[in-house]
């Protein structure tokens, strides 16, 4: 079976912080693919970044950056110089190649809020 | 190009009734997903549609039923609801089935069962 662990419920931070949001994972699965999704109080789940289990670089794009590590089955999430905007709850998904199709396991979000 | 959409967005129903959600995936997207979403729950997987047949189905009753249309639109059927019922219903789309691709999600149906 699959699992995603957010072990943060809420972050609070002032704008101009940096953010990192934790997340491990489990699976079977030798090839898998990472997802992080933001859902802002709207609701609606905005893709944000995806990995595949066989590329552990780790990239930075514009003020988000991800941190893959494979041994010891986590991919961290930074928001660089926060803002108010990025107030939301983060989600970190998994999809592996066992039972797949179309499914992603999600685990329960972290709240970020950022106040001026 | 036009993003994933659903209707209704709010919808309340009363306990018995029965509730139809639809979903309209972005164009070119033949892969369907729907999620429920509850404060308790977190988001959970329903099932997934492709080429108008459900390829995978997560843990819910049979009460929970969707299908695919040959334009690629979904829907998603809940008979006989019940309070626990309530919650947001997400629906995806994505290039791929695999699961190797991103899904891109609508804005959600709110169904309330009263």
């Known amino acids: 079976a699959q699992k995603v662990t957010q072990a943060q419920t809420e972050i609070s931070v002032v704008e101009k912080e940096d953010v990192t949001l934790d997340c491990v994972y489990e699976t079977r699965d030798t090839t898998y693919y990472l997802f992080w999704y933001k859902q802002p109080p709207s609701g609606e789940l905005v893709f944000l970044i995806r990995?595949?289990?066989?590329?552990?670089q780790n990239e930075i794009s514009g003020r988000y950056s991800w941190n893959f590590q494979k041994s010891t089955s986590s991919f961290n999430f930074t928001i660089t110089a926060s803002q108010v905007v990025d107030s939301a709850v983060y989600f970190c998904a998994l999809s592996g190649l066992t039972d797949s199709w179309g499914k992603l396991q999600f685990g329960a979000g972290t709240q970020v809020v950022v106040t001026p | 190009k036009a993003g994933v959409t659903q209707t209704p967005r709010y919808l309340i129903k009363t306990r018995g009734q029965q509730v139809t959600l639809s979903c309209s995936p972005i164009s070119g997207h033949r892969s369907v997903s729907w999620y429920q979403q509850t404060p308790g729950q977190g988001l959970q997987f329903l099932f997934e549609y492709f080429s108008e047949t459900q390829r995978n189905k997560g843990n819910f009753p049979g009460r929970f039923s969707g299908r695919q249309f040959s334009n690629s639109r979904s829907e998603m059927n809940v008979s006989t609801l019940e309070l626990g019922d309530s919650a947001l219903y997400l629906c995806?789309?994505?290039?791929?089935?695999?699961?190797?691709?991103?899904?891109?999600f609508g804005p959600g149906t709110r169904l309330t069962v009263t």
């Open positions: 995806a789309s994505s290039l791929e089935v695999t699961g190797s691709y991103e899904q891109y």
């Open positions: 990995r595949n289990s066989f590329d552990e």
